[in-house]
């Protein structure tokens, strides 16, 4: 059975609200709810957990951590906190239009891949992307068609993540998704394709757009009601 850990505990500094980024409001729910809803319709997630940040009120249905100062650390306090489950999906709460259907196809990813480590939702890059040096000169202008931009969920074997998470705090203050503690010790990552829909809310321009991609949904189910 599979446990989904939330990590919600960043302070939101880029969102500039007057609370942490997870309990900002989006279409009249806190960020994290969201995605807690989400998680909640997949099948096969016996348990959520979710670091929040210190002095959170109580969320219902789901155990709350602490987390910690930098997100990796969180996505530690969390995994300590949630007893058995293999394999382990992390999920942003900055990520608040991640779907059930998304989730489950992750899952399934890697459970039809038996050499794969981890399972990544991602989307092809569509900019052309350059390396820049520090000077503001281009040195390089990367191939795109290789290139694909990483998102959560991120679906991972229990003893892969534990064993990627088990790293200096140095280490672990680098990496900027969980993925890559796994790749960097030789691990197989595979990408599951995701839409660009699913995504992070970093700056007010965000929250903006994904209150009108819930609009949207909710038009197309109107005019679509469920069989
Ligand atoms: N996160 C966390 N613990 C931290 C830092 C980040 O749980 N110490 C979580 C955030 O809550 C978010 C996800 O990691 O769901 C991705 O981080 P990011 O989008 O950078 O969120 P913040 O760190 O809150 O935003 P900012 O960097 O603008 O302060
Ligand atoms: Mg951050």
């Known amino acids: ?13 880029r969102l500039q609200a007057d609370r942490p980024k997870a309990l900002v409001e989006l279409a009249g729910r806190p960020l994290v709810q969201w ?24 969320l219902s249905g789901v155990t709350a951590v602490d987390g910690g100062a930098v997100r990796s650390d969180s996505v530690r306090r969390a995994l300590a906190a949630a007893g058995g489950g293999d394999p382990v999906l992390v999920h942003d709460a900055a990520r608040p239009l991640l779907t059930a259907e998304l989730a489950e196809r992750v899952i399934a990813a890697l459970a039809h891949d038996r050499d794969a480590d981890a399972a990544i939702a991602a989307t092809p890059v569509t900019d052309t992307v350059k390396r ?40 672990l203050a680098r990496a900027t998704d969980d993925a890559w503690l796994i790749e960097r010790s030789g691990g ?4 599951v394709r995701a839409s660009d829909e ?13 209150e009108l991609v819930l609009a949207g949904r909710s038009s197309r189910a109107r005019r679509q009601p469920p069989a």
């Open 188 to 191: 197989k990552v595979i990408v």
């Open 35 to 58: 995605s807690i809803d989400a998680l909640r319709e997949v099948a096969g997630i016996e348990r959520i957990v979710v670091a929040v940040p210190p002095g959170t009120s109580p």
């Open 198 to 210: 699913n995504l992070k809310v970093t700056t007010p321009l965000d929250l903006q757009v994904a």
């Open 1 to 13: 059975m599979t446990v989904a850990l939330i990590v919600a505990a960043g302070s939101g500094e």
């Open 132 to 171: 820049v040096d520090n000077a503001g000169t281009v040195s390089e202008t990367l191939e795109r068609s290789e290139l694909w931009a990483v998102q959560t969920p991120q679906v991972f074997r229990r003893a892969a993540l534990e064993r990627a998470l088990d790293v200096s705090e140095e280490e």
